[in-house]
């Protein structure tokens, strides 16, 4: 079990620094482009959000700086540092490997 | 390189706390904007419902916070402070003041009531060892319910001869006349034995109190002891007091002592003189075993049991009868606490009232524990999350117990400052004093209950709603997470449980509140068969002449309140005056011994008769200016004096009770007090009510001109408002001799009010008991129904769709209202029956079954319901389906 919400934990983790991959962005523009992103399917729950954007700025693959949006608000702007995006990579390939295993194992069923 | 990163982000939490705090403020404020922008925007939400939606979807700010925090692992001691922090912090002002509310009325009042019924029932007598001391009653072995003192042969007599009390006293309580230290006053009198002040433990503060050789009969004992009241009083405090001679009863007394502050036993005396003296009563009182004037207080060895002190007391009591069969044949004795003597029946009315007090309690706790648990359900992501990211289960537990006795504190302290407003507020309905040890203070003991209770309840909020977080639903939490209305299934049937609760604990208090006021009404609706409007009271006090014969003391008395009387008759707008010695309503509570009566022809007292027995010493017109008609014979004159033979007048009961069928006019009696002088009646009264609650009662009256008459009460009957003759008639009265001393002077209207105090005190602690409760069950049922339609806004979306009318929401919801009302009705109204017992000392002429009551409560119930859901369902009606079925 244990195993198993490391997994969805990890899953929010790879879907955040994903995220942050195309540009900077603050939590409030995360939740939506996660939405958007997935056409509506996962939605990212705050009480979920905050702590793992705390969570991976203290493992230090994202750091936060704060910024202006565009219409000229001051916002808690995060972006993925270069050992971030090292881990996304190799996240994004182990993944990856996960996803087509188990769907080899679900076709020949 | 990404460990500088992650240095950086632990050393920016450590070092900038306070900073980090703001920041996350800031960033969830910004996340709020957006958010409700979007619904804005997107759903075209109006903007306030957005915010509220926004926030609702986001969760407590303060939890996420929190959830954020909590990946950063502070040691326990720094969270514990956070907890406290927190709780402090929590920007809840509304829920904390609903809390603090609820909880400071509730507690407030159970102080209230606690502080009654401490001094009433628990806290120790101030005497030492008060739980050995006992009292000693006679009682007429066919009327065993009428307890009276003993005679005073009779009492020296089980001072001689028992065995299982360790030392026992007598008493007389008579007020005495003071003169000498600025106006004549009466002061309240114990004339006592000198083992009273040793047996009740008290020292004098100054001087001594009696010797054992101050005690021997007709001795010319005259000291005095004062109590320390009337010594600043009557003597500034000076401390040379000791040896002065001050004019008691006509004579220079000595005062020997000085007692404590607060001791004010028996009869809330201010002063103490020796029983024996010859100066205290008459002599008749040291030989006759037939006058049971004498209060007799015993204390019983550690290893004596009251039931072993009684059967030793019987055994005198049966020697005494065998030896003086004339006077003792049917005396029998009876031995009670002290405590249980002087409380009375007093000791079940505060039991009742306190029993109310405890629902109103829980009532109370209820009610902030329906709140808790609808907070803690508005929270249970918060908790879900923190308990996803690892946090412990001792940190949760130390969280909620932590919040719960700040709570508690808060609730306590407005409890405490609610109790500090109503008890001096509740002694506005005490018109008397009460003795010391009964007089009830938000006193030291008082404040130990508010603050355990305070505490106690504090670890109960705590804990349930710790036991709300602590299901394992974990998993439904999280998955709702996006979800407005969190809550689900459990959450709202515990409310729903608690509500019934609450109606079913306020159904009881209300019940309890409509049978006492009900009581009071029948009350008010007594007919005394006594005239009151427009009558105007006077106590008056006449003063003693030393050396002067019982004769001279009579016609001295007598001339003095008949010079009083005419000169009132002449004051503008006085339309009659009398006088009598006892009048109804101030005198209720003095009865007299029935077998103290005797007819000549049978020489027998009324021994079956179990009311109440009064006598008054009256002048002419004294029943004219009351309104009671003579039914028969005549009225008392002022042709009647100590040269013409004695005569009486009876009321009608009286007269059937004594005479048994025979015409009572003509025939003699005999007063067992001046046990020379046989009366003759000559007329004939009806019954009256001497108080409202008596179940009726026996009447003798004699003349003033021809029995002792010390103190009179002059009723002047006035066409104008009668308290505005006040001041002229006490002018007038002390004009006449300033050495009668003229005591309260107030509408006699007023004494028949206040003679109800005791009554009207209890009811209106029940209502207001009744009020709060009404509005917390009120409050309960508006919060959970207003939540439940919130739950359900999907649902009557659904079916306004689907074709239901406003009226079909509406009738939805009541009937939703109106089932929970419904069970907690019935379960209240089984409860009251079950609970009835405890109430009964508190009625009048109501049955503890009333069919009044029970069926009005009910009623009751249902209009709050009513009103309580009208809201709700209002709401609900008005859910529009596209904006419900979109959510």
Avoid at chain 1, 5 to 19: A, C, F, H, P, W
Avoid at chain 1, 88 to 108: M, P, Q, T, Y
Avoid at chain 2, 210 to 228: I, P, Q, S, T
Wanted: with cysteine.
């Amino acid at each position: 079990m244990a195993r198993k919400q490391d997994d969805l934990r990890g899953s929010l983790d790879l879907v955040i620094l994903k995220t942050l991959s195309l540009a900077p962005m603050h939590g409030w523009g995360i939740g939506q482009r996660i939405r958007q992103m997935s056409a509506g399917v996962l939605a990212v729950n705050q009480g979920s959000l905050y702590p793992a954007l705390q969570r991976l700025e203290k493992q230090g693959l994202i750091r936060s700086d704060w910024g202006t949006t565009d219409n000229h608000r001051r916002a808690r702007y995060y972006r993925l540092t270069p050992s971030g995006r090292r881990v996304l990579g190799d996240e994004i390939d182990s993944w990856r490997r996960f996803a087509e295993g188990l769907g080899a194992v679900l076709r020949s069923t | 390189m990404r460990w500088v990163y992650a240095a950086r982000a632990r050393l920016r939490l450590l070092l900038f706390r306070e900073e980090v705090e703001q920041r996350l403020d800031e960033e969830f404020r910004f996340h709020l904007d957006m958010e409700t922008e979007r619904l804005v925007r997107d759903a075209g939400v109006d903007p306030r419902e957005a915010r509220r939606r926004a926030r609702a979807t986001f969760g407590g700010v303060e939890a996420h916070k929190g959830a954020v925090r909590d990946g950063r692992g502070w040691a326990w001691l720094s969270g514990l402070g956070r907890d406290v922090r927190d709780s402090v912090r929590s920007p809840r002002p509304l829920f904390a003041l609903l809390v603090t509310a609820m909880l400071g009325l509730s507690l407030g009042l159970a102080t209230v009531a606690f502080s009654l019924f401490d001094a009433i029932l628990l806290r120790p007598l101030p005497y030492a060892d008060s739980d050995r001391l006992v009292r000693v009653f006679t009682f007429n072995r066919d009327a065993p319910q009428s307890l009276h003192g003993a005679s005073l042969p009779d009492f020296e007599d089980w001072q001689r001869q028992v065995q299982g009390l360790s030392g026992i006293a007598a008493w007389v309580s008579m007020q005495t006349h003071l003169a000498g230290r600025g106006p004549a006053r009466m002061v309240r009198t114990a004339f006592a034995t000198p083992q009273l002040f040793d047996m009740l433990g008290v020292r004098p503060v100054l001087g001594r109190t009696f010797r054992d050789d101050e005690n021997v009969h007709g001795g010319d004992l005259r000291k005095v002891v004062l109590g320390y009241g009337l010594w600043q009083d009557a003597f500034g405090g000076s401390p040379d007091v000791i040896g002065r001679e001050v004019q008691m009863r006509g004579r220079p007394h000595e005062v020997i002592g000085v007692l404590p502050p607060r001791f004010d036993y028996p009869d809330r005396a201010q002063a103490w003189m020796p029983l024996m003296s010859r100066y205290a009563v008459t002599e008749v009182w040291w030989e006759r075993r037939d006058l049971y004037m004498h209060g007799v207080i015993a204390r019983r060895p550690p290893d004596v049991t009251i039931a072993q002190a009684q059967a030793d007391m019987d055994a005198v009591a049966r020697r005494l009868a065998e030896e003086y069969p004339a006077t003792n044949r049917d005396t029998r004795v009876r031995v009670r606490h002290l405590r249980e003597a002087e409380v009375g029946q007093l000791g079940s009315r505060v039991s009742g009232v306190t029993a109310a007090a405890v629902l109103l309690f829980l009532l109370g706790c209820v009610n902030v524990s329906g709140l808790f648990v609808a907070r803690a359900a508005g929270r249970a992501q918060e908790v879900a999350v923190r308990t996803a990211l690892g946090a412990e289960p001792g940190h949760l537990m130390r969280r909620h117990v932590v919040e719960g006795l700040l709570y508690g504190l808060l609730g306590g302290a407005a409890g405490v400052a609610v109790a500090a407003a109503a008890i001096p507020a509740l002694y506005a309905l005490v018109p008397v004093d009460l003795p010391a040890w009964m007089q009830f203070r938000l006193d030291r003991r008082t404040i130990a209950f508010a603050a355990s209770a305070t505490v106690g309840t504090g670890l109960v909020i705590g804990t349930t709603s710790l036991a709300w977080h602590m299901r394992p639903r974990l998993a439904d939490v999280l998955r709702q997470g996006d979800k407005g209305g969190l809550e689900t299934g459990p959450s709202s049937r515990l409310r729903r449980q608690l509500t019934v609760v609450q109606v079913a604990l306020s159904v009881a208090l209300l019940v309890g509140t409509g049978l006492t006021v009900r009581s009071l009404l029948r009350l008010g609706q007594v007919d005394t068969g006594i005239r009151t409007d427009g009558v105007l009271v006077a106590s008056v006090a006449g003063d003693v002449v030393p050396s002067s014969t019982r004769e001279e003391t009579i016609a001295r008395h007598a001339r003095g309140f008949r010079q009083m009387r005419d000169a009132l008759g002449m004051l503008p707008g006085v339309h009659a005056v009398t006088a009598a010695t006892r009048i109804p309503f101030l005198n209720a509570a003095e009865e007299r011994p029935v077998y103290e009566l005797y007819s000549r022809q049978r020489d027998t007292p009324a021994t079956a008769y179990r009311g109440a027995l009064r006598t008054s010493n009256a002048m002419p017109d004294y029943f004219g200016t009351l309104g009671v008609p003579m039914l028969d014979g005549r009225d008392l004159a002022d042709t009647d004096t100590l040269e013409t033979p004695p005569v009486a007048i009876v009321s009608r009961r009286a007269g059937e009770l004594l005479f048994q069928g025979e015409h009572p006019l003509g025939q003699q009696i005999r007063w067992g007090v001046d046990p020379y002088f046989w009366a003759t009646v000559i007329g004939i009264v009806p019954n009256t009510t001497w108080h409202q609650a008596d179940d009726g009662g026996i009447e003798f009256y004699f003349h003033h001109g021809q029995f002792p008459a010390e103190t009179m009460r002059f009723l002047i009957s006035t066409r104008n408002d009668p308290a505005l003759l006040a001041t002229s008639v006490r002018r007038t009265l002390e004009s006449v001799d300033p050495n009668f001393v003229v005591e309260r002077v107030v509408p006699f209207d007023r004494i028949a009010y206040e003679a109800l105090w005791q009554r009207r005190l209890w009811t209106f602690l029940f209502l207001v008991f009744g009020t709060v409760a009404v509005v917390f069950t009120s409050a309960g049922l508006f919060a959970v129904m207003s939540y439940l339609v919130t739950q359900r806004t999907r649902e009557f979306g659904v079916r306004t769709a689907l074709g239901a009318t406003p009226s079909d929401i509406v009738a939805t919801v009541l009937r939703h209202g109106a089932g929970i009302a419904a069970v907690g009705t019935v379960g209240g109204l089984l409860g009251a029956l079950a609970m009835g017992s405890y109430l009964e000392a508190l009625l009048f002429r109501v049955s503890r079954f009333d069919l009044v009551t029970f069926s009005s409560v009910p009623i009751v119930i249902g209009v709050v319901t009513l009103i309580a859901c009208a809201l709700p369902a209002w709401r609900a009606s008005r859910v529009d389906p596209l904006i419900a079925l979109r959510d």
